[in-house]
Antibody, heavy 113, light 106 residues
Framework: QVQLKESGPGLVQPSQTLSLTCTVAGFSLTSYNVHWVRQPPGKGLEWMGVIWNTGGTRYNSALKSRLSISKDTSKSQVFLKMNSLQTEDTATYYC???????WGQGVMVTVSS | DIQMTQSPSLLSASVGDRVTINCKASQNINKYLNWYQQKLGEAPKLLIYNTNNLQTGIPSRFSGSGSGTDYTLTISSLQPEDFGTYFCFQHNSWPTFGAGTKLELK
């Protein structure tokens, strides 16, 4: 059974770095791509970036300077790091597999002092 | 970046209605267009991938069509569980979502 689960801090201070983990089960990160998508409260979805099964990455151009996605295939984990957080980065962050057919439950991150 | 213009932003309909939601891309996206349904407090659910392919487990009342820059999601006969917000998503290049269509009970 395919599963994805995001984890990370619920509260981050402005200007700090956000670190999230997506732990997957039921498939191998060497065979499938994993995307990160976020959604501010009451708003739409924003594609953030992807890590390919090969390990390559592609990022949303609006976030590229602040965003990094990596993975540890042996631990079945994908990592998101985004620096210089601001209040507008408050959102639910999701990881999703491949063509965004399988999603995690999401993790709510609030940026506030 | 490719812009996705989704319409309408709000759609009021009744059970049994046939409804359509549209997405227009700012350039040709070669049918790399997915549709998602999202309910409050839940992750989005994939309905249709690559314009007209029904995701496993999705009822056949959902269908997709389109080409080039213009794409449509159709629900042939609206059911009570279909109310929610729908998003299109292009993955031809530098993926982007549409702004969403909230489908509400009339």
């Amino acid at each position: 059974q395919v599963q994805l689960k995001e984890s990370g801090p619920g509260l981050v201070q402005p200007s700090q770095t956000l670190s999230l983990t997506c732990t997957v089960a039921g498939f191998s990160l060497t065979s499938y791509n994993v995307h990160w998508v976020r959604q501010p409260p009451g708003k739409g979805l924003e594609w953030m970036g992807v890590i390919w099964n090969t390990g390559g990455t592609r990022y949303n151009s609006a976030l590229k300077s602040r965003l990094s996605i990596s993975k540890d295939t042996s631990k079945s984990q994908v990592f998101l790091k985004m620096n210089s957080l601001q209040t507008e980065d408050t959102a639910t962050y999701y990881c999703a597999r491949d063509r965004l057919g399988d999603w995690g439950q999401g993790v709510m991150v609030t940026v506030s002092s | 970046d490719i812009q996705m213009t989704q319409s309408p932003s709000l759609l009021s309909a009744s059970v049994g209605d046939r409804v359509t939601i549209n997405c227009k891309a700012s350039q040709n996206i070669n049918k790399y267009l997915n549709w998602y349904q999202q309910k409050l407090g839940e992750a989005p659910k994939l309905l249709i991938y690559n314009t007209n392919n029904l995701q496993t487990g999705i009822p056949s009342r959902f269908s997709g069509s389109g080409s080039g820059t213009d794409y449509t999601l159709t629900i042939s006969s609206l059911q009570p569980e279909d109310f929610g917000t729908y998003f299109c998503f292009q993955h031809n290049s530098w993926p982007t979502f549409g702004a969403g269509t909230k489908l509400e009970l009339k």
